[in-house]
């Protein structure tokens, strides 16, 4: 079994979208990222399922990136698990059909709204921007894979600039 199996397997509830928020929505990419990220760190899993589905179908590549990189930014270690399946399942985004693709979007952002939050893995983040060590564990860790990155990212004892690189690592955020 896989890290994921229990987290998909579990019975995820089904997430439509309204038809009357749809309408409402602008068209423009920003600003549908814009409420995109700001439903989903406000726990409105109507608005960020809507949003979601409607920037899918114009950007799916776009959507692929940038789910993760909100998982990360707002749910972060709140929720660990959620983190690594929205980034595995959003990766498979760009390959779908039209039709998973947005069945895949909108049960990530409708999970990631439900998730509990925490924005400290976005304080890490800044920490490694600052951090002298950072660029050495980039490079000792650039030359390894995603299960080495996982590894280094959940072992307690590890330093804290190294696990959070490999964060930055897992989610295909520049180091």
Request: with cysteine; hydrophobic share 45%; net charge neutral.
């Amino acid at each position: 079994g896989s890290l994921f199996d229990e987290f998909q397997e579990s019975d995820p509830q089904s997430y439509c979208t309204n038809p009357k928020i749809v309408a409402a929505l602008p068209r423009d990419r920003w600003l549908l990222t814009s409420l995109l990220q700001k439903a989903v760190r406000r726990g409105r899993t109507d608005y960020a399922v809507a949003a979601a589905d409607s920037l899918v179908l114009a950007e799916p590549d776009y959507v692929a990136a940038r789910l993760p990189i909100i998982a990360y930014e707002d749910v972060g270690v709140a929720d660990l698990t959620c983190l690594l399946w929205t980034k595995q399942a959003a990766a498979t985004i760009p390959v779908q059909t039209q039709t998973e693709r947005r069945k895949i979007a909108t049960a990530i952002a409708g999970r990631l709204a439900d998730a509990l939050k925490s924005r400290t893995a976005c304080d890490i983040l800044c920490l490694t921007n600052c951090s002298p060590e950072a660029t050495q564990y980039a490079d000792d860790l650039v030359r390894l894979g995603l299960t080495d990155w996982i590894d280094a990212a959940t072992t307690s004892t590890q330093p804290l600039i190294k696990r959070a690189v490999a964060w930055r690592f897992i989610l295909g955020l520049a180091a």
